[in-house]
């Protein structure tokens, strides 16, 4: 074999792995987080495997997306009226996880809070939904961007504080509760005698809840109507999705997006170190002409861009 078939065949096996490693960084969702609340948000995660954090701020206005991979599944609320000091410790007034951080490093939301649920590429694809099981804080809306299948939106879009029944409003009228988390009756929490969709009927109580976000989860078992399915696609969870004007109306075509880890000029360096390499791929200058240490060059400035997008 001559010495320009060795090489040939090291740069195709190593274009291969390049392009392996690109579609395994970027396989499974994005999740995009979106504040149009008139105030500074906390969101909280809780999942497996662990995305790029598990709390975070975000203020009004602004976004935020991590990269999941296919088979992670997980819930995402937020907290509100929180107070953290400059080593971020504190607490907030709803959804807290009790870290004491703005981490909630592995701990769930204290109730009431809403919550979004998914479980990515079960059976190839993706279950998610929005619940008021555990009560209602927040306006959430879950919407899917591409992919294939009903990919239908949900969430609640009402104000659920200002119509919650007074036995069961958090004090503050910042929150409201399930009948579950206010009363511990088993009939309200679908538990006991009560722990099957036969004997665990709709309360008043989770009526109200449905019929103000009729695709939200209202009680455990109202899978019928809350339950919702998408292939290959990524997501966007809007917080307060109707409490504020659009986003696009000042003058940007989104919101502005950070992941927290990198900045705009990071991942534009990135991008131009492998740009050179594309060209030349594009016109015919491909793996033939290309020296091995050039494809090892865009590898490196592949996975620089995928870690600053998603890590």
């Known amino acids: 074999m001559g010495l320009f078939s060795i090489q040939h065949n090291s740069c195709s096996m190593l274009f291969s792995l390049v392009l392996?490693?690109?579609?395994?960084g970027v396989s499974g969702a994005t999740f995009t987080f979106v504040n149009k609340c008139d105030f500074t948000v906390w969101p909280g995660i809780l999942g497996s495997p662990v995305l790029g954090s598990t709390g975070f701020e975000l203020t009004k206005g602004s976004s935020r997306?991590?990269?999941?991979?296919?088979?992670?599944?997980g819930r995402f609320w937020g907290r509100t009226g929180?107070?953290?000091?400059?080593?971020?410790?504190?607490?907030?007034?709803?959804?807290?996880?009790?870290?004491?951080?703005?981490?909630?490093?592995?701990?769930?939301?204290?109730?009431?809070?809403?919550?979004?649920?998914?479980?990515?590429?079960?059976?190839?694809?993706?279950?998610y939904d929005v619940s008021l099981v555990d009560g209602y804080n927040l306006p959430m809306v879950v919407e899917g961007n591409g992919g294939s299948g009903p990919c239908a939106s949900t969430g609640c879009v009402t104000d659920l504080n200002r119509g919650c029944p007074s036995e069961l409003r958090v004090d503050g009228g910042d929150a409201c509760k399930s009948a579950c988390e206010a009363f511990g009756?088993?009939?309200?929490?679908?538990?006991?005698?009560?722990?099957s969709p036969s004997t665990c009927q709709p309360s008043m109580y989770s009526q109200v809840f449905k019929s103000a976000c009729p695709k939200s989860y209202s009680y455990a078992y109202d899978d019928a109507t809350s339950t919702f399915t998408c292939t290959a696609t990524d997501y966007r969870i809007t917080l307060c999705p109707s409490s504020s004007p659009s986003l696009k109306s000042s003058g940007d075509s989104s919101p502005k997006?950070?992941?927290?880890?990198?900045?705009?000029?990071?991942?534009?360096?990135?991008?131009?170190?492998?740009t050179e390499w594309l060209a030349n791929l594009a016109t015919g200058a491909s793996i033939r002409t290309q020296p091995c240490d050039t494809l090892f060059a865009f590898l490196l400035a592949s996975a620089s861009i995928l870690s600053l997008l998603f890590l």
């Open 185 to 195: 009756k088993p009939e309200y929490c679908c538990s006991g005698a009560y722990s």
């Open 257 to 274: 997006t950070t992941d927290g880890s990198g900045s705009e000029s990071q991942i534009q360096a990135a991008a131009l170190a492998s």
């Open 20 to 24: 392996f490693l690109i579609s395994e």
């Open 65 to 73: 997306s991590f990269q999941a991979p296919t088979g992670w599944s």
């Open 82 to 127: 929180c107070n953290f000091d400059t080593t971020g410790h504190g607490t907030c007034a709803t959804g807290d996880c009790g870290s004491g951080q703005v981490e909630c490093n592995g701990a769930g939301a204290t109730p009431p809070a809403t919550l979004a649920e998914f479980t990515l590429g079960s059976g190839s694809q993706d279950y």
